[in-house]
């Protein structure tokens, strides 16, 4: 049986662009459950990325077909799966015209800062697919629906380590004796994440120029991999990353963890970030359909419940692992990145919560699931994929034929 909170939707169409992916397929399950008409637009190129670099995630999903299938079989619920590159725009605009979203989700970008920074190829290929790609989408609402509400996914990691607090999208200055309230300075640390400033930009300059609805996620790291729907059947599993291109330090640390692995703590493991449980991304951006933005509003929200140092993540996961009898030794590797090791932090997060977001907290309870998820499936772990995979330092300007 599937649960659902009865939460009203009022039939909203929900259209997921990335929705085979991890966030987005969480998601597309967590609305359809509640009642939204879910359309789910992916042209299914994570997959092809594991393919090419010979990747796999720890858990074996099915394809993207059998997913919707098996959702409708066991929930009564349809969702719509067009597999369409939202770089085509023409194929895009025939997806969005025949569906008639009110509301429109954008995770569909190629998220992995390592990736990004494999080779100029790579690098070009991110910020084309994500910056393109984005503008395709807004056009798309401009011409078809201007009251489509757009919600994309930007991330924390567009602000940077600036040695001040970060706000939620905007900081006032005073300069000179004048006062004004301006977009929060951006400092992205690879190409991806610039390629989301990037968006940041296109967005905020649209919802002035055509009025457009838009609301920016930025959202902090993911860890996890069950919600209410992914564990209905197993067939709806979700993707769990943990090689050193795609996978993100919490997630890859549990794995870590369960294989006996030292975990790897880049440099001095100081880098702090926000970070929240897959349960909550699904939910806040329920909240953020459920209260759109209003047209011609740019609208930021920190997406994250609790900020971490690599170090405290490492602790924690050596303490929790303990517990379970796994002996986690915790080593410090060289830094593959270009980044700030140790350095002041205070991100604000307050805006999803007044919303009503409750959050799902990193407590020991969570951290035992998570490890007895990953005790679960460990036999899938292939040890090599875990290395840190590639160096901001080195990015080459020669064709991609990285291999992991
Ligand atoms: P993912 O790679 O698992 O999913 C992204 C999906 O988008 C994939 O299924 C991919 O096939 C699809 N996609 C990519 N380019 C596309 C295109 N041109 N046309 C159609 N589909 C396309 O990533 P994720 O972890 O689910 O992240 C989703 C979004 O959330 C991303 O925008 C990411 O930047 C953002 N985000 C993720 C995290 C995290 O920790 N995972 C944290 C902050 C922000
Ligand atoms: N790190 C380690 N050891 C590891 C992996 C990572 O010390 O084994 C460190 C990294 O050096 C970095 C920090 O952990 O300082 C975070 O790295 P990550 O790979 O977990 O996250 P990141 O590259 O920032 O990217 C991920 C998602 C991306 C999203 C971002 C949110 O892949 O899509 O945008 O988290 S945020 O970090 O807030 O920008």
Same mark, same amino acid.
């Given at each position: 049986?599937?649960?659902?909170?009865?939460? &009203?939707?009022?039939?909203?169409?929900?259209?997921?662009?990335?929705?085979?992916? /991890?966030?987005?397929?969480?998601?597309?399950?967590?609305?359809?459950?509640?009642?939204?008409? %879910?359309?789910?637009?992916?042209?299914?190129?994570?997959?092809?990325?594991?393919?090419?670099?010979?990747?796999?995630?720890?858990?074996?999903?099915?394809?993207?077909?059998?997913? =919707?299938?098996?959702?409708?079989?066991?929930?009564?619920? $349809?969702?719509?799966?067009?597999?369409?590159?939202?770089?085509?725009? !023409?194929?895009?605009?025939?997806?969005?015209?025949?569906?008639?979203?009110?509301? =429109?989700? $954008?995770?569909?970008?190629?998220? &992995?800062?390592?990736?990004?920074?494999?080779?100029?190829?790579?690098?070009?290929?991110? @910020?084309?697919?994500?910056?393109?790609?984005?503008?395709?989408?807004?056009?798309?609402?401009?011409?078809?629906?201007?009251?489509? $509400?757009?919600?994309?996914?930007?991330?924390?990691?567009?602000?940077?380590?600036?040695?001040? +607090?970060?706000?939620?999208?905007?900081? *006032?200055?005073?300069?000179?004796?004048?006062?004004?309230?301006?977009?929060?300075?951006?400092?992205?640390?690879?190409? /991806?994440?610039?390629?989301?400033?990037? +968006?940041?930009?296109?967005?905020?300059?649209?919802?002035?120029?055509?009025?457009?609805?838009? *609301?920016?996620?930025? @959202?902090?790291?993911?860890?996890?991999?069950?919600?209410?729907?992914?564990?209905?059947?197993? %067939?709806?599993?979700?993707?769990?990353?943990?090689?050193?291109?795609?996978?993100?330090?919490?997630?890859?640390?549990?794995?870590?963890?369960? %294989?006996?692995?030292?975990?790897?703590?880049?440099?001095?493991?100081?880098?702090?970030?926000?970070?929240?449980?897959?349960?909550? *991304?699904?939910?806040?951006?329920?909240?953020?359909?459920?209260?759109?933005? +209003?047209?011609?509003?740019?609208?930021?929200?920190?997406?994250?419940?609790?900020?971490?140092?690599?170090?405290?993540?490492?602790?924690?996961?050596?303490? !929790?692992?303990?517990?379970?009898?796994?002996?986690? @030794?915790?080593?410090?590797?060289?830094?593959?990145?270009?980044?700030?090791?140790? $350095?002041?932090?205070?991100?604000?997060?307050?805006?999803?919560?007044?919303?009503?977001?409750?959050?799902?907290?990193?407590?020991?309870?969570?951290? !035992?699931?998570?490890?007895?998820?990953?005790?679960?499936?460990?036999?899938? %772990?292939?040890?090599?994929?875990?290395?840190?995979? =590639?160096?901001?330092?080195?990015?080459?300007?020669?064709?991609?034929?990285?291999?992991?």
């Amino acid at each position: 049986t599937i649960p659902h909170n009865g939460t &009203s939707s009022s039939n909203r169409r929900v259209m997921i662009i990335g929705g085979d992916g /991890y966030c987005g397929w969480a998601t597309a399950l967590h609305l359809s459950a509640r009642g939204y008409a %879910v359309c789910i637009v992916d042209n299914l190129v994570r997959r092809t990325y594991d393919i090419q670099l010979g990747l796999d995630t720890l858990t074996p999903i099915a394809t993207a077909q059998k997913r =919707v299938q098996k959702w409708g079989e066991i929930s009564g619920k $349809h969702i719509e799966l067009e597999i369409c590159d939202i770089c085509d725009y !023409e194929a895009f605009g025939e997806v969005f015209r025949s569906f008639k979203p009110d509301a =429109v989700v $954008h995770f569909g970008e190629q998220r &992995s800062a390592p990736y990004s920074m494999i080779d100029r190829a790579r690098a070009v290929y991110t @910020q084309h697919n994500n910056v393109i790609g984005n503008i395709n989408v807004m056009f798309a609402i401009k011409e078809f629906n201007p009251d489509c $509400h757009l919600v994309k996914l930007g991330t924390m990691g567009e602000y940077g380590t600036p040695n001040i +607090d970060i706000e939620e999208g905007f900081i *006032t200055i005073t300069h000179n004796g004048r006062t004004d309230t301006l977009p929060y300075p951006k400092q992205g640390n690879s190409f /991806y994440h610039l390629s989301k400033v990037h +968006d940041s930009h296109n967005i905020h300059f649209a919802t002035k120029a055509w009025k457009l609805a838009a *609301t920016d996620l930025n @959202q902090g790291i993911v860890y996890g991999v069950k919600t209410e729907e992914t564990v209905a059947d197993p %067939v709806l599993i979700n993707r769990f990353d943990y090689d050193g291109i795609f996978g993100t330090a919490l997630n890859r640390f549990v794995i870590q963890a369960a %294989v006996g692995h030292p975990l790897t703590v880049y440099g001095k493991g100081g880098q702090t970030r926000g970070f929240l449980d897959i349960r909550d *991304t699904v939910r806040c951006v329920q909240l953020a359909i459920d209260t759109p933005a +209003d047209r011609g509003e740019f609208r930021v929200f920190n997406q994250f419940t609790e900020q971490f140092s690599v170090n405290d993540i490492a602790k924690i996961v050596n303490r !929790e692992g303990d517990k379970l009898g796994l002996n986690v @030794q915790v080593s410090s590797v060289p830094n593959p990145r270009v980044e700030a090791e140790e $350095h002041y932090y205070n991100a604000k997060h307050s805006k999803l919560e007044e919303l009503g977001l409750q959050p799902h907290l990193l407590g020991e309870n969570l951290m !035992e699931s998570l490890l007895g998820f990953a005790l679960e499936y460990k036999d899938r %772990v292939d040890l090599n994929l875990i290395k840190p995979a =590639v160096d901001w330092r080195t990015t080459s300007s020669a064709s991609g034929t990285k291999t992991a």
